[in-house]
């Protein structure tokens, strides 16, 4: 596989350039009979978009998104699935002067170096661009988690740059174009205004989560469910960390007080983050991310040129000042993408194992 392919039994390859014609995904193994259409999937694109808002890109896509296959009568019918989304708004021409050279902390140069050629418009394949196929095809797994098992999933930040947000609830989430859960987002504003201002930006943590989770999804060794979580969030542009439950607050913990303890009420605290052992508990889901600064920016940096001449490198267009800011639907995705495959997976092997149902677990978020 070639890195552009994600799951073993719900499938999804992605395809695209940022400034080629469209870009998109096939989704491979989707369960026949749901009712699936435009409708069910434009939602989270709305909520990724570009263009929202004045602290996000102002490249302005419409990301509508159309079902070319794999849809009969307004229904699943198991064969693949290709969600196709044009690309609109290119202004290549922001980029070429940078066709020569590589941006700090950019994937440029790992591309040039890896094919030998590289498309720079808008960062070709390792565009942010990319993960609005992936949120598509999120939307899918989403659906149909939320009808076979009422899965449910959300997600805000927590810190933007150096600031961090208290958590307040999610009913602000929506509300504001940070994903943040609080009702006053002014101090945000005013950090990203002054960053823009100095043409720099920041990084972001996030917090992403699945309510309504089935137990046992995850398998033993190597494809755990919580290695397949940050396998896939790792997959996201940008992304530098990933903690799942009380990540690396657990080094200061001790034995005694860091295991969930279980009463028939259900389990005490989520410091696993609903994975024991590589499967899932039933308790919520609890993922962390760290998402670095956007390596786009206006202050001039010293770089080379692709001859290894020293050169220094500013970078025009409309870019992101932080990308956390658009990454929580992104996330959202990515987690249903994985519990997706892991909920078919484990339908395969262990569909008729039964088992009495443990207590409904409680449920708390253990860091940030
Ligand atoms: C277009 C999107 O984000 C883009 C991600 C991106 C990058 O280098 O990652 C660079 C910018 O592209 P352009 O220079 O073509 O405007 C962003 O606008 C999107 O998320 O849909």
């Excluded at 990203?192 to 996030?206: H, N, P």
């Excluded at 398998?219 to 530098?240: C, H």
């Excluded at 987690?335 to 039964?354: K, N, P, S, T, Y």
């Amino acid at each position: 596989m070639s890195g552009n392919t994600f799951g073993t039994l719900f499938c999804v390859t992605n395809f695209g350039e940022s400034h080629g014609p469209a870009i998109g995904c096939v989704i491979d193994g989707c369960p026949p009979g749901m009712p699936l259409s435009e409708a069910d999937i434009q939602p989270d694109l709305d909520r990724r978009r570009p263009g929202t808002s004045k602290f996000v890109t102002q490249r302005n896509e419409p990301d509508q998104v159309q079902i070319l296959s794999g849809v009969y009568q307004g229904k699943t019918t198991g064969t693949p699935i290709c969600l196709l989304i044009h690309n609109t708004d290119q202004r290549s021409k922001d980029y070429g002067d940078i066709v020569q050279t590589f941006r700090p902390g950019h994937a440029d140069y790992t591309y040039w170096h890896k094919y030998g050629i590289r498309d720079p418009r808008g960062g070709g394949r390792s565009s942010a661009r990319l993960t609005a196929p992936t949120v598509a095809a999120g939307a899918v797994a989403k659906k149909w988690l939320k009808e076979k098992y009422g899965t449910t999933f959300r997600g805000c930040m927590t810190a933007i740059g150096q600031i961090d947000i208290p958590f307040e609830s999610w009913d602000h989430v929506p509300n504001n174009p940070f994903f943040a859960p609080v009702a006053d987002v002014s101090a945000l504003e005013a950090y990203m205004a002054e960053l823009r201002k100095r043409g720099d930006s920041c990084g972001a943590r996030l917090r992403v989560t699945a309510q309504n989770v089935p137990v046992g999804l995850g398998q033993p060794l190597y494809d755990k469910l919580d290695a397949d979580i940050a396998y896939a969030m790792m997959g996201l542009n940008a992304v530098k960390g990933v903690e799942i439950g009380a990540g690396f607050a657990s080094v200061a913990d001790t034995g005694s007080t860091h295991g969930d303890a279980l009463t028939p009420q259900g389990f005490v605290g989520n410091k696993a983050g609903g994975v024991l052992g590589g499967i899932s508990t039933g308790q919520d889901i609890e993922v962390t991310l760290a998402i670095k600064p956007t390596s786009s920016i206006l202050v001039p940096r010293p770089s080379i040129d692709t001859q290894g001449q020293p050169t220094e490198v500013i970078t025009k267009g409309r870019h992101d000042p932080c990308v956390g800011i658009r990454a929580t639907p992104i996330a959202e995705a990515l987690l249903a993408l994985v519990l997706m495959d892991h909920a078919l997976r484990h339908r395969a092997q262990c569909g008729d194992v039964a088992v009495a149902p443990g207590p409904i677990a409680a449920s708390a978020p253990c860091n940030g």
